[in-house]
Nanobody, 119 residues
Framework: QVQLVESGGGLVQPGGSLRLSCAAS????????MGWFRQAPGKQREFVAN???????NYTDSVKGRFTIPRDNAKKTVDLQMNSLKPEDTAVYYC?????????????WGQGTQVTVSS
């Protein structure tokens, strides 16, 4: 099995920065894609950003220019560097990974970490 563990959530003021981290562990052959989703209260879970093992990066429009998504393939980690944070960024952020094990391919999720942007 595969586990994704997130860290780094918390409270930050508007305009501030926060860095989330996600570490994957378990019976992993390779990870095709790692990334982040978020879910605000009363809203559907939405895509934020992801990065492939080859370095291709995708961002949702609302975070372009503000967020970056560093990945370390060797350590099986992905971060989300969030700058110029806005109150509308407040959400539970979930790490996601598309993982190959010897038995096949599966999509995995972390437990979520709360990010609150408020004065």
């Amino acid at each position: 099995q595969v586990q994704l563990v997130e860290s780094g959530g918390g409270l930050v003021q508007p305009g501030g920065s926060l860095r989330l981290s996600c570490a994957a562990s378990g019976r992993i052959v390779s990870i095709a894609t790692m990334g982040w989703f978020r879910q605000a209260p009363g809203k559907q879970r939405e895509f934020v950003a992801n990065v492939t093992s080859g370095g291709t990066i995708n961002y949702t429009d609302s975070v372009k220019g503000r967020f970056t998504i560093p990945r370390d393939n060797a350590k099986k980690t992905v971060d989300l560097q969030m700058n110029s944070l806005k109150p509308e960024d407040t959400a539970v952020y979930y790490c996601n990974a598309d993982v190959w094990s010897w038995s096949g391919r599966n999509d995995y999720w972390g437990q979520g970490t709360q990010v609150t942007v408020s004065s």
